[in-house]
């Protein structure tokens, strides 16, 4: 909770410095004063910085108090915001507790509220970093056993080679590339598109289908990054688990390969690759921007995108707070999973 009000204060001080006007974006260069003072109340820009942020607490926060009384009032009960709610008990005559979903604006120029906008867009953004890391957690983790299975081989110098370079390409340039490879040079072989979306409306417009090759492209680039660390951790903690006591013991009592490596070594390497899964999911979901932007994946990046290209604030804040509550729950799962891998930490 601490991390998260923390991200409120940075995100609402942040956006509220920027240079720019909302009310001339959004009524244009060519607006009055008396339009662009009428947008000012009505966004609440016209009142101090505190009492602003005041405003904005109180949107976030699920139990609000709210003055359904005087229309002209900071925190006045508009039934335009808050469509669903539930009354608690009044707090005094003007003023009531309300129990209600978390409130993150109107977009400034669409006028969607942006929690739709984040809950249309979001689901493809899932879709595409739970695709990436799950390629790169099977395969990392593989390659890793095995490289460190066949220490100093060829195989395990080309795993590190290939995990350095992995490494060493941004998701924005790997996206270039690999559009330009698969989706142009190669795509009369491989048949996948530069731009494409995981539903596809037929020719006929009369619905979408399901079209999971245009998902091949985006979450192999995604995944390349979080593939190569997984390969080097996986690598390296297998080589220190198994230089233990224990692993030598299971090999003299003539256990086989296999079920040292799934009954003993593995779950017992498997806490940094746990660490590094979960921190690169979550670094996905907020990082598939360049991703998402290049191949026109319509996800939460690429709205994030054309919102800062219009000045759209709402939808960037509202994105940012999701982002932060999902990296906050993430960490909260890892904890936990780590209890499940290994007893010495187990929760009581």
């Known amino acids: 909770m601490l991390v998260l009000f923390g991200v409120l204060i940075l995100v609402f001080l942040l956006f509220n410095a920027l240079p720019g006007d909302p009310a001339r974006l959004m009524l244009g260069q060519r607006a009055d004063a008396q339009s662009i003072a009428i947008i000012d109340k009505d966004l609440g820009l016209d009142k101090p910085l505190s009492t602003q942020f005041a405003m904005y607490m109180d949107d976030l926060s699920p139990i609000s108090i709210y003055n359904d009384k005087k ?142 090759k245009n998902l091949i492209l985006p979450a192999l680039t995604l995944g390349i990054r979080p593939l190569a660390i997984i390969v080097q951790l996986t690598r390296a903690s297998m080589l220190e688990v198994l230089s233990h006591d224990y692993i030598r013991t299971a090999f003299a009592k003539g256990l086989k390969l296999r079920k040292i490596i799934t009954k003993h070594a593995l779950k017992n390497a498997l806490n940094p690759v746990v660490t590094a899964i979960s921190g690169w999911f979550a670094s996905l979901i907020a990082g598939a921007v360049f991703v998402e932007y290049i191949f026109g994946w319509e996800g939460i990046g ?34 936990i999973i780590y209890a499940v891998l290994d007893p010495r930490i187990r929760l009581k």
Request: glycine share 6%.
């Open 302 to 335: 690429k709205e994030v995108i054309e919102a800062l290209e219009r000045y759209d604030l709402p939808v960037v804040m509202g994105v940012v707070l999701v982002t932060s509550i999902l990296f906050v729950l993430i960490n909260i799962i890892v904890d």
């Open 71 to 212: 229309p002209d009032s900071p925190i006045y009960l508009d039934s335009n915001k808050y469509t669903s709610y539930t009354k608690l008990f009044r707090v005094s005559k003007n003023k009531i507790m309300i129990l209600k979903y978390p409130y993150l604006r109107r977009s400034y120029q669409t006028k969607r509220k942006v929690s739709d906008i984040i809950a249309s867009t979001l689901p493809n953004t899932a879709v595409l970093a739970i695709t990436a890391i799950v390629f790169a957690s099977i395969i990392g983790i593989f390659l890793g056993i095995v490289a460190a299975l066949l220490k100093d081989s060829i195989f395990d110098k080309v795993s590190v080679v290939l995990s350095v370079l992995g490494l060493a390409g941004p998701s924005f340039f790997v996206g270039l590339i690999f559009a330009w490879l698969f989706g142009h040079v190669l795509s009369k072989y491989t048949g996948l598109n530069t731009v494409g979306n995981l539903y596809t409306i037929d020719d006929y417009g009369n619905g979408r289908y399901l079209d999971l």
